[in-house]
């Protein structure tokens, strides 16, 4: 796996926008958050297709139908 | 990309750094510190009404750490602006000039006291980051003023 980085874009207004890069799943979410805890407060967070990548926990429940001999 | 995060910094802090913050925001526009600390600054300001007090948004000044009455005060083209602490505990910012309208100083204070936010939040940032062994990978300032930063954790 690429190493974690940031891309960080301040805008004149002082707004953060901050691409996290290189990390699947709750690590994406530590870096997410490392980042809010030293700036300030989160307006809007968005996962994409990468969180989900290697390493990442993804939930998926099933339900199985048996069957019975009669 | 693995998550996207907008984020409106909070700017708490001691005055020495948002003096500091303050006197970099008068380099990069064009504005002089013509004061600093506790002088008297009544006589110098603008005749009349035309002034407009604002404040840094999301901000706090740790009183412990400034001086009563310490402000910073910068200039240009006619346009005062003075930094300082009001009784909330916000950083305050008050603009004056003779030959602008209120409207045109209130867009200018607004202005100066969002990349106040906008330097403030870069200095903490790349210190934290930096502190946590991040390294400064790519930096420049956009057409649009906005400063763009890529920092990769290091090796």
């Known amino acids: ?70 | 990309m693995s998550a996207v995060c907008v984020l409106t910094p909070i700017v708490i802090s001691q005055w020495p750094a948002i003096a500091t913050a303050v006197a970099s925001v008068a380099a990069s526009m064009g504005f002089a510190v013509v004061a600093s600390g506790t002088q008297d600054h009544t006589t110098h300001r603008a005749a009349g009404d035309n002034r407009v007090e604002t404040q840094v948004p999301n901000s706090e000044v740790l009183e412990e750490t400034m001086t009563r009455g310490e402000k910073i005060v910068i200039e240009k083209d006619g346009i005062r602006i003075e930094f300082g602490r009001d009784e909330r505990g916000a950083c305050s910012v008050c603009v004056s000039g003779e030959s602008y309208s209120k409207s045109q100083l209130k867009k200018i204070g607004e202005e100066v006291a969002g990349r106040v936010v906008q330097q403030f939040a870069y200095h903490k940032l790349m210190t934290e980051l930096k502190k946590r062994n991040y390294d400064i990978v790519q930096e420049n300032v956009a057409e649009d003023d906005s400063i763009r930063v890529r920092v990769r954790l290091g090796g």
Request: aromatic share 4%; charged share 35%.
């Open chain 1, 1 to 70: 796996m690429d190493r974690p980085e940031f891309d960080i874009t301040i805008g004149k207004d002082g707004k953060l926008r901050v691409q996290v890069k290189g990390a699947h799943g709750e690590k994406c979410l530590e870096l997410a958050d490392l980042i809010r805890d030293i700036v300030g407060q989160e307006e809007s967070r968005q996962l994409t297709s990468e969180y989900y990548g290697p390493g990442g926990m993804v939930r998926i429940d099933t339900h199985a139908k048996v069957a019975r001999k009669t």
